[in-house]
């Protein structure tokens, strides 16, 4: 079975500091990693994914993410928040042993606050 | 290419109740997800249909809830004799039919309210 886990239910940044949202994950093949935002009362919006290649991930707003496999890791970073990053993010996971099923596993995400 | 279309936006419902959700994936796309989001928590997932087939509704109550992807028309949420602990935001969402690493795209939501 696959599951992925968002240990800090929030995050607070200073506006300019660097932000990291943290994730990890479990699967019985190999990964393919999604990370999504979501703005108040608003769907969630894809930010990056990871399928395979370069561990690091670039995305949408200047976000990236890293993935590291021995610690099983895929965590989201920025080099200098914003305020108008604030937002809830969800990390997601599909093992690529699940033949053809497609099922997505979310994190509970992680309320970033970003202080002026 | 429209995206994810949920509808109604907002729904209110009197306990007892039916509550119908609609979702029409993007265009292309053949499997659709249903995630339930209560108040200040996360996405829960409830069930995973393709084109006249549910693939896995592990994540769907055993009562009152049932889910539909027909071969024409969009996906239905079907909620039966709501009570107010069905009040929640419920989120569709799509991906095309090939494997690989696509992600999913996500409707607007639909936020239910049982009064």
């Known amino acids: 079975a696959q599951s992925v886990a968002q240990p800090e239910d929030q995050v607070k940044v200073a506006e300019g500091n660097p932000l990291t949202v943290k994730c990890t994950y479990s699967v019985s093949g190999n990964p393919y990693l999604f990370w999504y935002v979501q703005y108040p009362n608003r769907g969630l919006q894809f930010l990056l994914k990871y399928i395979t290649g370069d561990n690091l991930v670039k995305g949408s707003y200047g976000f990236e993410a890293e993935f590291n496999k021995s610690q099983t890791s895929f965590h989201l970073k920025k080099p200098s928040a914003l305020v108008s990053d604030s937002a809830l993010y969800f990390c997601?996971?599909?093992?690529?042993?699940?033949?053809?099923?497609?099922?997505?596993?979310f994190g509970t995400g992680t309320k970033l606050q970003v202080i002026p | 290419n429209a995206g994810v279309m949920q509808n109604p936006r907002h729904l209110v419902r009197r306990r007892g109740q039916e509550a119908r959700l609609r979702c029409s994936p993007m265009?292309?796309?053949?499997?659709v997800y249903w995630y339930r989001q209560l108040p200040e928590e996360g996405l829960k997932f409830m069930v995973y249909?393709?084109?006249?087939?549910?693939?896995?509704e592990s994540g769907m109550p055993k009562e009152r809830f049932s889910a539909e992807f027909p071969k024409e028309g969009p996906s239905i949420l079907r909620i039966q004799q709501v009570v107010r602990g069905d009040s929640a935001a419920y989120f569709c969402?799509?991906?095309?039919?090939?494997?690989?690493?696509?992600?999913?795209?996500f409707g607007q939501g639909t936020r239910l309210t049982v009064v």
């Open positions: 969402a799509s991906s095309p039919p090939r494997l690989g690493g696509a992600e999913a795209f």
């Open positions: 265009k292309g796309h053949s499997h």
């Open positions: 249909l393709q084109k006249e087939n549910i693939i896995d």
């Open positions: 997601a996971v599909r093992d690529t042993d699940s033949g053809g099923y497609q099922k997505v596993t």
